[in-house]
C-alpha cells in the first residue's frame, strides 16, 4: 500500500506519523499523480454537501477530528488498487466522506497474491 495526498512532504509525516507509520507515502501538492489517476476537484455538494457533512459528523463521534486542511480541499478522494502495469480496482467517489468497499478491493488483492 503507498499512500499519496495532496499537501506537502511536511504536511504528510505530520498527519501519518499518527496513524500509518510503516506506509509510504507520496506528497503530491502539483496533483500530477490525482490527475494521471483522473481525479479532479469536485462541485461543493460533493466536497461538503449534506451526504460529506454527515459523514464528518460520524467521523467526529468516533473521536476522530478534522485537522488543519492542506492542499485543494475541493480535489475528490481516489482509491485504487494497481498490480503490476494494470488498474484492478478503484472506487470513483460520489461524495468526499463516502467510504470505498475496502473488502472488495482486500479480496481482489488476496486473489492476485494467491
Known amino acids: 500500500m503507498v499512500l499519496c495526498h495532496p499537501g506537502s512532504v511536511e504536511d504528510g509525516e ?39 457533512t454527515l459523514a464528518t459528523g460520524r467521523t467526529f463521534l468516533k473521536g476522530n477530528l478534522v485537522g488543519k486542511p492542506t492542499g485543494d480541499v475541493m480535489v475528490m478522494p481516489g482509491a485504487f488498487l494497481i498490480a503490476g502495469d494494470r488498474m484492478v480496482w478503484s472506487h470513483d467517489y460520489r461524495h468526499s466522506g463516502e467510504k470505498p468497499d475496502w473488502s472488495m478491493a482486500a479480496r481482489i488483492d488476496e486473489t492476485i497474491r494467491n
Open 14 to 52: 505530520a498527519f501519518f506519523a499518527a496513524r500509518w507509520l510503516d506506509v509510504p507515502a507520496i506528497a503530491d501538492p502539483s496533483l500530477r499523480l490525482y490527475s494521471a489517476l483522473g481525479l479532479g476537484r469536485g462541485s461543493l455538494l460533493a466536497a461538503a454537501g449534506p451526504r460529506a
